[in-house]
């Protein structure tokens, strides 16, 4: 059933970043005593951004080899095994009635995020090895970050849930590491902790949904299930059980995809991830660990596609997830607050195209934001290490003079988010809206939201560039003295630049007259799913002259906000304080993301402590210890009490001896 | 002897209790040991008693005089270590009370 | 009339166990146990048991009260008012009757279980005149019960051994 010839190679992708990782970690605990005798010691640490980023180039060649490999297939065979690691069997190993095979497989979608992963993961740690250096955990945070990177792709090229959750929760484990890479502040760790958990109920849902799929397909292979749901597959021909069942499934793995992708309602983590290293951000909480749920989707688009309630709920939930994100932004003074408020924002974009079935678009846009999101965090972390790690826009301003290059980029990171015509950002977000039109119903009112949230998005954007770039300067000039960052960190944000621009000619739309070469790409891969819907209800596709007026109507929108964001705040952050001062409630609310977290605390973390409340000083220190304690002092007291029978005479003795024995005898005589 | 069998039993059940009570009343320790003679000869009698009860011209059961052979040599075997321990205690108390051996108390 | 002897010589034994209990010295405890004793092997051979009989005038009364005797003797506890008997607290009132009551309660149950066992009744022709025949008690003894006799034979030795070790005296003790 699965093609024969295996790829051995495919195992060093992953493997080369976890070498690296191990490579790295020896280096920190080898530099510990060394550093703990002179913190400013460099030593052998220098040497961890040379073993990552050579672990990453290398990780980089196996995928663009593995991408050309496939480029060489006929479209419909693309897809290359690793040779499978018995993981487990359970029962007979002839016909083991469950069994996990860990085999790595580069199919289009694989390959297009290990490309991204891989790609944007090298230009982030080439300026991570500038943005963290001086740093006491120089080495150990690059162990971090190569962890992460081979956890990300276990996570995309592992053909089993299971290896995929092995993945999962690396990604969870490395993000916990390095949002809270700063510990001892504080607050990093506290953010860290609630990553972590929120994550988890995430994780939760993940698996009971694939404890659904096992039971309803017998294996967790991923590509063997969408091969069971492929051509031959009458969504009217299942049982009306089975259909709930898979919806089930498909609701559940949702569930995950929304703590780790940071939707509604499991999103809040995301914003105080910021805590970590803003490289940390970019790789992490931009790039590709929050992508994860939408390749999920994608890669079991079939599942989904069987449920169209689900399908609706992912496409609701995303553009709620896209509103909130995004009017939170508007009104966040933190620049890094900003972007991860939009990163929620925009993931939200992907999920609503995720739900009108438009897989491809939905891959699209992540790689766009990939490359996009990735420039903002990077740039931004050159703007706050250029400042001082001042992260407040108030206080910053007019900062294009000292710091061109940082600006430039950065402006074209934001012309991409903001979706400015002909940028990357443009066409990835018009081909998710132009599918959300198209799929009429409900999905007319998400347009409508969608729309909206595009408006605040180029609003927001330009609102960071001009209080960012333009304006006074607010900074103290005796203390801060803003600097250009080195090239080390400001040649990966050309480069991003450059993919920010013209990242876009991936997928033109069809107007265009030019191929969708993204879409063409994944096709097989989610031919299954689009099957299925077309089973349900056949699209046609938009005309033309629609298409045209969505695009004009992106275009116009983007420009008209981006255009009243810059102008607004082109002369300071005193709008905003005049929002402060007229309606405090509103900016209260949208500042605090629609109170959600304080609700959270309320609803959940306060009837929690309460119980723990409970539990510590009523269950456990009266009843537990009571129960403990008692019966120790009841044992002693008993004893206390028997001693006196232990008179040491002898015919006391005899006594109780013959006393036990009448006793006996007569109890006997009488039963 | 046409004695009914329970006659015998219930002499060895008088004898046994009147060992007993010996044993718990009396503090001189040579005397309890003869009171644990006595419940031993109880025992005997016992034995031989169900013996006899047993046996028929044809067919004798020797069991109870087998184990009353080696109820008696456990007897003896206890006499004579109960004595030496008797022995043993006066040498230590200069008294043969048992109340005078309480050093066990608890 | 052997019964009336059977009976006789049950109400001995049982005065001569009250004697062992009541009596103010060792020595009529040990004078009144040897007269159960004696009773007792009339009242075997008068059940016909003759092996018997002679075993407990042999065994309890040559050797076992002898032992006693000598044992009473060697520490001089014979007469009575003896300082160590009168010394010795008095019985408090309620320890002697727990103990008889115990006593009774051991009693009571051999009766019972006497009476509820519904004994089966002696053959018509009576009881065999002579039970223990010793050959069949060698059989036995050597036969079915070898293994017993000798494990009797090993607690004997070890008997032997016990009392020479508690009742030798200490070489130490013996220095000063």
């Not at chain 1, 988890?200 to 659904?212: Q, Y």
């Not at chain 1, 080390?488 to 480069?495: A, E, K, R």
């Not at chain 2, 002897?1 to 004898?15: I, K, Y």
Request: neutral net charge.
């Amino acid at each position: 059933m699965l093609p024969p010839p295996s790829h051995a190679w495919l195992w060093w992708i992953p493997l080369l970043p976890l070498i690296g990782s191990a490579l790295c970690g020896a280096l920190h605990l080898a530099t510990l005593s060394a550093r703990k005798r002179d913190p400013q010691a460099k030593g052998l640490a220098g040497l961890a951004p040379l073993i990552a980023c050579a672990a990453m180039a290398g990780a980089l060649a196996l995928a663009v080899k593995g991408f050309l490999d496939l480029r060489a297939l006929d479209a419909a065979a693309r897809v290359l095994n690793s040779p499978a690691w018995e993981w487990i069997t359970v029962g007979d190993p002839r016909q083991p009635w469950f069994d996990v095979d860990l085999r790595l497989v580069l199919d289009p979608l694989s390959s297009t995020l290990g490309l991204v992963i891989t790609g944007v993961g090298l230009l982030i740690h080439i300026y991570a090895s500038g943005y963290m250096k001086g740093d006491a955990g120089y080495a150990k945070f690059f162990a971090y970050l190569n962890l992460f990177v081979f956890a990300m792709l276990m996570l995309v090229l592992s053909s089993s849930l299971l290896g995929v959750f092995v993945g999962w929760e690396g990604v969870g484990l490395c993000s916990y590491l390095l949002i809270g890479f700063w510990y001892e502040k504080g607050w990093p760790a506290e953010a860290a902790q609630k990553a972590f958990i929120t994550n988890r109920v995430g994780d939760a849902c993940f698996l009971i949904g694939s404890f659904l799929l096992l039971r309803l397909f017998g294996t967790l292979d991923m590509h063997e299930i969408v091969a069971r749901m492929g051509s031959d597959f009458r969504l009217d021909a299942i049982d009306e059980n089975v259909k709930l069942n898979i919806a089930l499934a498909a609701l559940f793995l949702f569930g995950g995809c929304c703590g780790k992708s940071a939707q509604m309602p499991l999103f809040t983590w995301l914003p105080d991830a910021m805590a970590g290293p803003t490289p940390v951000s970019a790789l992490i909480h931009a790039a590709t660990m929050v992508t994860s749920g939408i390749y999920l989707v994608v890669r079991l688009n079939p599942l989904f596609a069987s449920s169209p309630a689900v399908m609706t709920l992912i496409s609701g939930v995303g553009v709620a997830t896209a509103l909130i994100g995004g009017s939170t932004a508007l009104v966040q003074r933190d620049i890094k607050k900003v972007l991860a408020y939009s990163t929620v924002s925009q993931l939200g974009y992907m999920f609503l195209g995720l739900g009108t079935g438009a897989f491809g678009a939905a891959v699209f846009h992540l790689v766009t934001h990939a490359f996009f999101k990735a420039l903002l965090f990077l740039g931004a972390g050159s703007v706050i290490h250029g400042m001082h790690e001042e992260q407040d826009m108030h206080k910053m301003g007019g900062l294009r003079k000292h710091m061109p290059q940082t600006f430039a980029t950065f402006l074209a990171g934001a012309a991409a988010l903001s979706g400015l015509p002909l940028m990357s950002g443009f066409f990835s977000k018009d081909e998710i809206l132009a599918h959300t039109f198209n799929s009429g119903g409900v999905y007319y009112a998400f347009w409508i939201v969608g729309v909206l949230t595009a408006a605040m998005t180029a609003y927001y954007t330009w609102r960071m560039v001009a209080l960012t770039f333009f304006g006074p300067e607010r900074f103290d000039h005796h203390h801060v003295h803003p600097h250009e960052s080195p090239a080390v960190m400001t040649v990966p944000l050309m480069v991003l630049a450059v993919l920010s621009v013209l990242g876009g000619v991936l997928g033109l739309p069809p107007v265009f007259h030019a191929a969708h070469a993204l879409n063409d790409w994944l096709a097989p891969v989610v031919a299954p799913g689009v099957a299925i819907l077309n089973q349900l209800h056949p699209h046609e596709h938009l005309s033309h002259a629609t298409e045209w007026v969505l695009l004009g109507l992106g275009a116009a929108v983007a420009l008209a906000f981006a255009h009243t964001g810059f102008r607004t705040y082109a002369a300071g952050p005193e709008p905003d304080l005049a929002i402060g001062r007229g309606a405090p409630g509103v900016a209260a609310f949208l500042g605090d993301a629609w109170s959600i977290d304080s609700a959270y605390s309320r609803v959940v973390i306060l009837p929690l402590r309460v119980f723990a409340f409970v539990v510590r000083f009523i269950v456990d220190q009266v009843v537990i210890d009571g129960l403990v304690n008692g019966a120790g002092s009841l044992a002693k007291n008993l004893a206390l009490r028997a001693r006196g029978m232990a008179s040491g005479q002898l015919d006391a003795y005899a006594l109780w001896m013959g006393g036990g024995a009448a006793v006996i005898s007569l109890w006997w005589m009488w039963s | 002897m046409n004695v009914p069998s329970e006659h015998l039993f219930f002499l060895s059940a008088g004898l046994f209790s009147l060992g007993v009570l010996g044993f718990l009343v009396r503090r001189n320790v040579i005397v309890t040991l003869m009171c644990v003679e006595l419940m031993l000869n109880a025992a005997n009698l016992a034995f031989l008693a169900a013996s006899r009860m047993h046996s028929t011209p044809e067919a004798l059961d020797v069991q109870g005089p087998v184990f009353s052979i080696f109820v008696i040599t456990v007897a003896a075997a206890e006499a004579a270590v109960g004595l030496a321990l008797v022995i043993a205690l006066y040498r230590l108390k200069q008294s043969v009370e048992s109340d005078s051996a309480s050093e066990m108390k608890g | 009339m052997s019964e009336l002897l059977f009976y006789a010589m049950a109400v001995i034994a049982l005065l001569g166990g009250l004697g062992v209990i009541f009596s103010k010295s060792p020595m009529g405890s040990v004078l009144s146990l040897l007269g159960s004793f004696f009773a007792l092997a009339v009242i075997y051979l008068l059940a016909g048991f003759h092996f018997m009989a002679a075993v407990q005038i042999l065994v309890y009364a040559g050797a076992i009260m002898v032992l006693f005797l000598f044992v009473i003797m060697l520490l001089n506890l014979g007469g009575m008012g003896t300082r160590f008997e009168l010394s010795a607290a008095p019985l408090t009132r309620a320890r002697s009757q727990i103990a008889a009551a115990v006593a009774a309660g051991v009693g009571l149950a051999g009766l019972i279980a006497v009476q509820r066992a519904s004994l089966p009744r002696i053959a018509q022709g009576g009881a065999p005149e002579r039970i223990d025949d010793i050959n069949q008690i060698a059989i036995a003894l050597f036969g079915r019960y070898s293994l017993p006799f000798q494990a009797v034979s090993v607690l004997l030795l070890t008997t032997m051994v016990a009392v020479l070790v508690l009742a030798k005296r200490r070489t130490r003790e013996s220095g000063q």
